[in-house]
């Protein structure tokens, strides 16, 4: 399709829509101005899955070095120490962040808190092995496991979540619970969209079964993030001056909603087709995507720039 025909699609969705499209920023210093804490999306947001983005790495630690707190809060499947590294590895700056809440080890919690005591898991285990080598019991077999716990699909390339269908279906038929370790559907991976542990668990509740997500949108990720700030900060937060930062309506935007805090919306992230020509974000398209999503983000940019 033709830019031309984008425009002239996108202006007969707007004329359906009465939704009021939040201020859309090309810079975000202003903005951040406003907030005490930031609490920060790592995928889409900080790096691509290869490397770090420019000016997500200025604006975090200009924001920092200003007295602001950020806390990194990632739906990636790993614990707080290998979510560090590999944001080392990916070339973010260790100034851009006071601490990390990882859903590896909102997972681990949540299993413990249920004394889960044999797991069985989906995913693969070298990339994931801290989140996998911190669990107490982890089981080769269903018939030996009181729960299920994914992390991913084993080859994300090759593979779709239908290919577990089979596995789902003989966890439901024992009511298994099901532990989502990574509540995203998918991610970007540089140009690649891959499929998330999200897409798996998400098959598994359409079934009836019990999932927990172990990250955003559950309300237990936002609010370790909260309190682990507050401590940083000494006091009790004036939510109103916390700043909700993510690619994901239906994960970043919802966390900052459910938690009674404000949030950016990054469009050049998970939704970037969906919402970016040329580089720029599309109103029309916008109003639309979040009439749909009954978002109401604060602001809207491409990317985190100061």
Known sequence: ?????????????????????????????????????????????????????????????????????????????????????LLADKGVRREAWDAIVGSGDLALKYIADQRYARVYGIGPRVRDASFFDAVPNLVDSLADADAVACTGLVDDHRETAEHYLPVLREAYAR?????????DLAVHVGADLLPCAGAIAALYEAMGGHVFWGGKPHPFAYATALAIAADIRGHKLDLRRVLGI????????KSAENAGVDSLFIAGGLHRDELIVDGVVQPAPLAHFLALNAARPKAVMTALVW
């Open 246 to 253: 993510g690619d994901a309506v239906r994960t970043d935007v």
């Open 175 to 183: 009511q298994l619970p099901f532990v989502c370790v990574n509540p």
């Open 1 to 85: 399709m033709g830019s031309l025909a984008r425009s002239t699609q996108a202006a007969n969705i707007a004329s359906n829509t009465d939704v009021s499209i939040p201020p859309i920023l090309s810079s975000a210093a202003d903005l951040l101005g406003r907030y005490d804490v930031l609490l920060c999306d790592l995928w889409g947001v900080v790096h691509d899955g290869r490397k770090a983005y420019p000016g997500a790495n200025d604006a975090l630690p200009r924001f920092r070095s200003a007295g602001g707190i950020v806390v990194m809060v990632s739906n990636a499947p790993m614990t707080a120490p290998a979510i560090a590294e």
